[in-house]
């Protein structure tokens, strides 16, 4: 498939989406040994090649392998024929790695700069490390790093996995993600352009990453109730009424809730 051009590659991927589907569903009861043979024998091996790829593209490595194989036989007991402890990794884990050796650690700080606000970077090993730890720094999760950068869910806690396991395969201590003790203090400039940006729409991760600084402290800043004698455009809290008015939506009390909204339609169209 190397040889082709992504255009071509891309066309490949999609007429074999249909065969594909037809495997899976041979496979998983529908047909036998001959159904099977007879879609492969009417593929040449790139066609065969690019099936396995479609194939693989279809399983969550995330998913335990007996989830991934419940609909096989069971023995006499009822039990998947595999091991227990077999049964609950991820396919994930079942996966040889590659003994690929850590880059260099040079840190390309502009890169990991661009990283945290969200650009699009090619990063290196430890650009990522440098990256992740002022994502934590700012009271980020790895979820949130995935959420910034438009990933797949666990792509960011996946490739610290992998980095880690190089770390002890090299016999090196992994740098820490444990986020720091201290806040970071602002200034009045500092805080007014925080509120002004929260005005403008911008959310509070955004604004976190382009402080070095929690996001609980740019809801905090934007409400008030850190530097209060600040000047800046302070959000409106929630106020009792506010609560109370959606309660009574969702619970369907009162002519204007959700329930009261669904009568009032019904007796009109009655």
Same mark, same amino acid.
């Given at each position: 498939?190397?040889?082709?051009?992504?255009?071509?590659?891309?066309?490949?991927?999609?007429?074999?989406?249909?065969?594909?589907?037809?495997?899976?569903?041979?496979?998983?009861?529908?047909?036998?040994?001959?159904?099977?043979?007879?879609? *492969?024998?009417?593929?040449?091996?790139?066609?065969?090649?690019?099936?396995?790829?479609?194939?693989?593209?279809?399983?969550?490595?995330?998913?335990?392998?007996?989830?991934?194989?419940?609909?096989?036989?069971?023995?006499?007991?009822?039990?998947?024929?595999?091991?227990?402890?077999?049964?609950?990794?991820?396919?994930?884990?079942?996966?040889?790695?590659?003994?690929?050796?850590?880059?260099?650690?040079?840190?390309?700080?502009?890169?990991?700069?661009?990283?945290?606000?969200?650009?699009?970077?090619?990063?290196?090993?430890?650009?990522?490390?440098?990256?992740?730890?002022?994502?934590?720094?700012?009271?980020?999760?790895?979820?949130?790093?995935?959420?910034?950068?438009?990933?797949?869910?666990?792509?960011?806690?996946?490739?610290?996995?992998?980095?880690?396991?190089?770390?002890?395969?090299?016999?090196?201590?992994?740098?820490? *993600?444990?986020?720091?003790?201290?806040?970071?203090?602002?200034?009045?400039?500092?805080?007014?352009?925080?509120?002004?940006?929260?005005?403008?729409?911008?959310?509070?991760?955004?604004?976190?990453?382009?402080?070095?600084?929690?996001?609980?402290?740019?809801?905090?800043?934007?409400?008030?109730?850190?530097?209060?004698?600040?000047?800046?455009?302070?959000?409106?809290?929630?106020?009792?009424?506010?609560?109370?008015?959606?309660?009574?939506?969702?619970?369907?009390?009162?002519?204007?809730?959700?329930?009261?909204?669904?009568?009032?339609?019904?007796?009109?169209?009655?």
């Amino acid at each position: 498939m190397s040889a082709l051009s992504v255009e071509q590659r891309g066309d490949l991927i999609e007429r074999m989406l249909p065969e594909a589907a037809n495997l899976a569903v041979l496979v998983h009861g529908d047909g036998g040994p001959e159904d099977i043979a007879a879609v *492969l024998e009417r593929l040449d091996d790139t066609e065969k090649n690019a099936l396995i790829v479609v194939l693989a593209g279809m399983v969550d490595p995330d998913q335990s392998v007996g989830k991934g194989l419940s609909w096989t036989a069971v023995t006499k007991n009822g039990a998947l024929p595999m091991p227990a402890w077999l049964e609950q990794k991820p396919l994930r884990e079942h996966a040889p790695e590659a003994a690929e050796e850590l880059e260099e650690d040079f840190v390309d700080w502009a890169a990991v700069a661009k990283f945290v606000k969200g650009f699009r970077v090619e990063m290196t090993d430890a650009d990522f490390l440098a990256a992740v730890q002022r994502c934590v720094a700012a009271g980020m999760a790895l979820s949130d790093v995935d959420e910034l950068r438009r990933w797949p869910a666990k792509t960011a806690e996946n490739w610290v996995n992998r980095l880690r396991k190089r770390y002890q395969r090299a016999g090196r201590e992994f740098p820490s *993600l444990a986020p720091p003790v201290t806040a970071r203090e602002f200034t009045e400039e500092e805080v007014i352009e925080i509120r002004t940006r929260s005005a403008g729409g911008a959310t509070d991760l955004e604004i976190a990453m382009s402080f070095d600084c929690k996001r609980d402290l740019v809801a905090a800043i934007c409400r008030g109730r850190r530097y209060p004698h600040f000047g800046g455009p302070v959000r409106e809290g929630r106020g009792a009424r506010g609560l109370q008015a959606s309660r009574d939506f969702m619970c369907g009390h009162g002519s204007g809730s959700q329930l009261g909204v669904k009568r009032h339609r019904l007796s009109t169209a009655a």
